[in-house]
């Protein structure tokens, strides 16, 4: 048995670089995703799309497909209505279409669904339903989408005219933002755009529904990012008892905020297996993929920042937010817009105003995922092209414009102009650290002597501040549920451990950072924990994983769990030694008599004893084991510094980006390692974002990069070899001084490198903007002169 | 049409369409749910199996077309209760996140080390840009092969 | 995953069975090799062949013999080999190149020349290189016409693309060879731009020049992805014939490249940038390919 005897720096009993437990099973080949799982009886489910943006339907004709031999059922909104699921609530109190009925509204759109006793066989029947449309007028630009001759998407909607999705949201004061204009001596303005583009998991959305008419019970295998949300949602939209809902999510290949929203897919598979009594497997293809589902960003911003005595003063913002042909972003309610409003940056500002529009176009829905934060992307996106654009402007070098501006250590926690309490951070050390990391000096000598030749250089600098671990029940609720999280920790009379947590890992590692946190409070070796989670039935309820929340919420929730135990097990052992409790001291797995340090406790001993016959304390029932939720007294606020190096060539403009540090500070470190790791993979993200990942469509709606031919993800010769570094300024209110990390790097890389290639490409070719994707052609244009915002 | 095909060293015979895809023949076979499927246009690498030691996508391969053929899968790598040295690397680095690449990678990157048992850090990142990882940016994977290939060196020195 | 319609196999064991079937099978009938042009369509359900003839068991078909006077590379060598070749990496060093950015290593152990060749994308790499080394390919038919009882012919790459994704090569005839000539003072270098490692070009040229006595006599400038189908720039050809390498006339040759390619625009650029790239990846081509012929001349 390990104790702390053994506890080394490779195999920490607590924090530490530990190898992940859950490797064993993924190197094997032997995880388990959803279309791994095979259930007897089971059928397939495919969907059929629609071809047009924006359609009538005239009619749906079935016959032959449901005559091919092996087809089972095919599904139409007619079908659905029956059952009171044609059209289901979204997130954003907006309803969608599950199956297409009167018209469709973006390509893509589900129109029907196959049931067939294969895949293949379910495929081939898609051709044979025939579907007559009327095609009408698209929506395809969301500038264009509230004008007045603008065709009505959301006709199903009593009184609504337009293709207003959400009415508009403002944060800041306007007044004053004024002022600080008025009295600035600097001031630019912008059109920026962060395009639309999709987190793409690996592996893509799907589920296995299993409804078994004897008992009423609904089993259902799905990767989805927040289980028991999706729960209570399918007990509300398809009128079943939530206790005989069992969701199980086993491994996920990827996330990223795309395996948050429910799907048409969902509940097509649901009501499939409830009317037919087998289980039943829907699993999209890529195009599906990146078709249907939750898209991220699509922010048309407009914005203007100014100065005053070389500090950053104020700011204003601007946005159209293109939500699809349903609203269904994903953000706590009270926040219609996410928290764009933290646009105001790490900056200590007079003033700030922000407004954000949502409007409705002929596309997919979505708008928040892709490691957003809830909007936090467009939010440090904007703020720091604008922070270079008025460096440009004001002909300084764009660190020192930040170093001049930054909220300074001592001012925190720090109310920002838009409503934040940021907790803390050192962001001149943090920015220095990179810097120093970087050798930022020497890149700019290396720069001007490449110039001289001829050559293309760039350094780019980003520094966010952002907010997750959403958060406190007062402020933060999805569909009325609060933003909490619980865990349950048992400890067994061997000593071993289980705790149950509703974060729900999609590669994150939490069977073994949570089992450090147990390890770092009780002791118990982080192979002696046990981490259950992504299972309804046997999980806590939470509100799951995106937006950074595992560490600052479920973290903070384990650490206290622990704590209780913890408290507990100091009850116990003083009547098992003998004392008050008052006179024991915890070192890490045992309590211990002070001033007689050889009479202690230890964990298993004490669990052992729990367990026993033995007496236990006044009013304390057997057993070592309890539960907590979690109310996060606010979010965490990690920030970060990251300076990227491109290359430009000057004759073909393909960018290539040569280095990139970045300095992250996410407070007190669980597993570095794992801290790192994800790191590397948002910043791998932040590049495919800025030179070569986007969605476009033409005017008719059709969407062009509808496969992994053309939406581009970087592969291992575009991403460098990342530099990281780091500072710790721990979170003043989480248990364990963390804050959320994951996020991160997508929110801070995308401006950095961005910022990189227009310094490249502005002392020679007068470059002061250009819009992601970076491509080689729209480089070109840029160093034309010409350039436009992507379609 | 019956279609027999040599996996991991044994002759998995089946009755299936011309039609049916290698990573499916594959996956449809007990206990082989390792090789994956991301995409459909053969660019993602998820599907990557080893055919006659040479990596290939199992996607874009009919299954009729392996037969006569060696497949290797992920599964194959773990002989007797021992770990490859690849998959040894990848845990050892932290080069898996959400695992769903990771069949793909090592045997791509074991098939690297089979031709080429001491390559540099850009022979590794050409051996794996045919293959999508989306969780974590690739250093690790790097890594991890280095690892592999360091620790495959030393075990022939003390051999 | 998106998966093929229905279709009936048969695996070649002879070139000749194999023109057979598809003359017996009609139009409806495809020769597979490698499958990554095919295979993808069809599961894209953009192409739906009733019935696949898998030629991969055709090992006579695959090699890459030097002759004296051309260098026959067999239909269904992989791009895997084709980089790797030390032969060609000296005679034509234009293939290694390109073979190095076609599409990702894993995709080069099963695609073929003769796939390549014959899927007539215009931004096919190995067309260019092809075209502009000046090769020929053997297309094999039925032998049934007394003045052709081999049914072989043979077609330079000047005559072999009819318009996108259309070669000459008929519906009951395969190509089975591709020959490189050989001369003296050759040098060659393949130039492309893409959005990322293993994307189609945005534009890519191919160049090759032969020099003797300090004089460009033959070059051939080819190039992909900037036209209905490969674009063979002969009018540049021409004007390099006789003259004595030098900048001022890769520059000309590339503004010749520029005003006979015929790009149209898409997701990967306008056309204004891609006839830019014509003109700068003909002339970085040309001057590697220069460079690496006066290296073998000394």
Known sequence: MATMDTATTERPIGFGRLKRKEDARFIRGQGTYLDDIRLPGMVHGVMLRSPYAHARIVSIDTSKALAHPGVAAVVTAKDLETLGLAWMPTISYDTQAVLAGDKVRFQGQEVAFVIAVDEYTARDALALIDVEYEPLPAVVNARKALDSDAPLIRDDKDGLLDNLASPLWEAGDSEATDRAFAEADTIVTRDIIYPRCHPAPLETCGMIADFNPNTGQLDIYNGNQAPNAHRTVYAHVAGLAEHMIRIRCNDIGGGFGNKVPVYPGYVCAIAGSIVAGVPVKWIEDRSENLMSTGFARDYVMHAEMCSKNGKITGLRVDVIADHGAFDSTAQPTKFPAGFFHIVCGSYDLEAAHVQVKAVYTNKAPGGVAYRCSFRITEAVYLVERMVDALALEMKVDPIDLRMNSFIAPEQFPYETTTGWTYDSGNYAATMREAMRIAGYDELRKEQAQKRARGELMGIGTSFFTEGVGAGPRKHMDILGLAMNDGADLRVHPSGKAMVSISAQTQGQGHETTFAQIVAEELGIPPEDVQVRHGDTDRTPYGLGTYGSRSTPVSGAAVAVVSRKVRDRARLIAATMLETRAEDLAWEKGRWYVKGDPEKGAMIEEIAAYAYSGEPMPEGLEGGLDAQVIYDPPNLTYPCGAYICVVDVDPDTAAVKVRRFIAVDDCGVRINPMIVEGQIHGGLAEGVGIALMEVITFDDEGNCLNGSFMDYLIPTSLECPDFELGETVTPCPHHPLGAKGVGESPNVGSPPAIVNAVIDALHATHGVDHIDMPCTPARVWAAMQGRAEPPQ | MEVTITINGQKVSRDVEARTLLVHFIRDTPGLTGTHWGCDTSNCGACVVLMDGQPIKSCTTLAAMAEGHEIRTVESLERDGRLDPIQMGFHEKHGLHCGFCTPGMLMTTRALLDQNPNPTEQEIRTAISGAICRCTGYKNIVSAVRWAAEHEAAMKQEA | ?298
């Open chain 3, 1 to 298: 995953m998106q998966t093929p319609a229905p279709f009936d196999y048969e695996r070649a064991t002879t070139v000749d069975g194999a023109i057979a079937s598809l003359a017996e099978h009609g139009p409806e009938a495809r020769l597979i090799a490698g499958g990554h042009s095919l295979l993808p369509m069809m599961k894209l359900r953009l192409a739906s062949p009733e019935y696949l003839i898998d030629i991969n068991d055709l090992e006579e078909l695959s090699y890459i013999d030097e002759r004296i006077t051309e260098i026959r590379i067999g239909a269904l060598t992989r791009h895997a080999e084709l980089l790797e070749s030390e032969l060609l990496a000296r005679r034509a060093p234009v293939f290694r190149d390109a073979e190095e950015m076609i599409a990702d290593p894993v995709v080069r152990n099963r695609g073929t020349i003769g796939g390549s060749l014959c899927q007539a994308d215009a931004a096919e790499d190995l067309s260019a290189v092809c075209a502009a080394l000046k090769a020929s390919v053997v297309i094999k038919g039925p032998a049934h016409h007394p003045d052709n009882p081999s049914g072989e012919r043979t077609v330079g790459m000047d005559g072999f693309y009819l318009g996108p994704f259309t070669t000459t090569v008929g519906a009951d005839e395969m190509l089975t060879e591709v020959r490189i000539p050989l001369r003296g003072g050759a040098g060659s270098a393949h130039e492309k731009v893409e959005r990322r490692a293993g994307d189609f070009a945005i534009a890519a040229v191919s160049a090759a020049v032969w020099i003797e006595g300090g004089t460009i006599v033959d070059a051939g400038i080819a190039l992909a992805a900037l036209g209905p189908s490969t674009v063979i720039v002969t009018r540049a050809e021409e004007a390099m014939k006789g003259k004595a390498p030098s900048d001022e006339l890769f520059a000309q040759a590339g503004e010749i490249a520029k005003e006979d390619c015929m790009p149209v625009p898409d997701g990967r650029g306008p056309v204004d940038y891609k006839r830019h790239l014509a003109s700068v990846l003909t002339v970085r081509a040309l001057r590697r390919a220069a460079t690496r012929a006066l290296q073998q001349e000394a």
